[in-house]
């Protein structure tokens, strides 16, 4: 398995409702990440983990809050979010460099959840 | 201050042509760079990277090329073909020594169009 799986695909939310959006591999990837991309703009990163401890938070708001279950599991819960909040939320994860630092190593995207808040 | 710049929002090519990406970065501490393809309300699909202890590293029709003195990377794709049509993302990695995480710092990218 070489994928990284979120769910859902699209998600409409109003902004007093609560929600999250999940992700899942199986490549035995020890960092994970949530990055935001807006419309003709690059990914902007939000959270790390690495090793199921969150490692950054890039000053993003309370009203987005990361989970990080176990080692191939990350959730992403929303509450009381704003429209401008409306993005394509990608999901990452990356095998720890540590341990092979000049060869090319992965670190893969999902396909994203596509988020609208009304 | 924009760490990674790709400074041609868009880039046309005739099918069976030689595309070239360019890519330009300011951190000398980056150590790992990295090409991406992306389809519009898609992630990001992985292409090709470069440590940069490499100055050249090939995959099929597609090259990048590290030039550590210049801060310039490029992505070359031989031969082009409509399929190719996609936005390129640039993005690069700084290792550091703890936690095995690495953010990537992305460019604004390149949209790149292969005509029939």
């Known amino acids: 398995d070489t994928e990284v799986t979120q769910t859902p695909k699209h998600l409409v939310m109003g902004m007093t409702n609560k929600k999250s959006l999940k992700c899942e591999q199986h490549m035995g990837h020890r960092a994970m990440y949530w990055y935001k991309q807006k419309a003709k703009k690059p990914p902007e990163l939000m959270f790390v983990y690495s090793y199921e401890k969150l490692s950054i938070n890039e000053s993003v708001p309370s009203r987005f809050s990361p989970e990080c279950p176990n080692s191939s599991l990350l959730n992403l819960h929303l509450h009381a979010l704003q429209p401008e909040d409306s993005a394509l939320y990608l999901c990452?994860?990356?095998?720890?460099?540590?341990?092979?630092?000049?060869?090319?190593?992965?670190?893969?995207f999902g396909s994203g959840t596509r988020l609208t808040v009304v | 201050d924009q760490q990674v710049k790709q400074n041609s929002p868009s880039l046309s090519v005739q099918e069976g042509r030689i595309s070239i990406l360019n890519c330009d970065y300011t951190?000398?501490?980056?150590?790992?760079f990295l090409w991406y393809k992306k389809y519009p309300a898609e992630g990001p699909t992985f292409l090709i990277s470069?440590?940069?202890?490499?100055d050249k590293n090939e995959d099929g029709r597609f090259t990048v090329f590290l030039n550590k003195s210049a801060k310039h990377l490029s992505l070359h794709i031989v031969p082009s073909q409509p399929g190719d049509s996609a936005v390129y993302f640039c993005?690069?990695?700084?290792?550091?020594?703890?936690?095995?995480?690495?953010?990537?710092?992305f460019g604004k990218g390149t949209k790149l169009t292969v005509n029939p």
């Open positions: 470069i440590s940069s202890i490499k």
């Open positions: 990452a994860s990356s095998q720890d460099r540590r341990r092979g630092r000049d060869v090319i190593y992965g670190y893969t």
């Open positions: 951190n000398s501490m980056f150590d790992y």
């Open positions: 993005a690069a990695s700084a290792y550091t020594p703890q936690g095995g995480s690495e953010k990537l710092v």
